[in-house]
């Protein structure tokens, strides 16, 4: 393949994406690495509605998250390996001084979606609800065989 193709196919990619259960397609960041996931998206003012970050993890655990340095509330959803919710905060408060608290979800993940605060409930996120996810390398991963 050339290089002027290559660039054109890298261009033309559409961004990783998620598809709500209602049907809302987010535009994702992703923070995969340990240095993405530990700055989320801390410092920012806004999070458009159509926009969120998946944070994934190369293992099923409980990941907990704070609100540290973020100035915007946040849904935080916790995501099994094929995108099923297993947990949600909604609304987790913005904090800017410790102590800040952290939030544990009561089941194990494999990754987190954080979305503008008030979202999960606007487009029906709640526990055993499914995401759908595109161009995110690994994730989803199949469902295991029984």
């Known amino acids: 393949m050339n290089a002027l193709l290559a ?13 709500l259960p209602d049907g809302t397609r987010i535009t994702l960041e992703l923070a995969i690495s ?23 993890f190369d293992r099923e655990g409980h990941y907990p998250f704070w609100m540290k ?4 509330a946040l849904d935080i959803v916790w995501l099994s390996r094929t995108g099923e919710v297993v947990d949600l905060q909604a609304n987790a408060v913005p904090c800017r001084f410790d102590p800040c608290p ?11 979606l954080e ?3 008030g979202s999960a409930e606007r487009h029906g996120l ?21």
């Open 34 to 56: 340990d240095e993405e996931r530990a700055q989320g998206l801390m410092f920012r003012d806004q999070l458009p509605p159509d926009h969120g970050m998946l944070f994934l």
């Open 126 to 146: 709640r526990p055993g609800a499914r995401v759908v996810c595109t161009g995110v390398p690994g994730f989803p991963l199949a469902a295991e065989k029984p």
């Open 102 to 112: 952290s939030y544990v979800p009561s089941q194990r993940a494999r990754a987190v």
């Open 7 to 19: 660039l054109a196919l890298i261009v033309a990619a559409p961004p990783p994406s998620c598809s």
């Open 115 to 117: 979305l503008a605060g």
């Open 69 to 72: 340095n973020t100035f915007i």
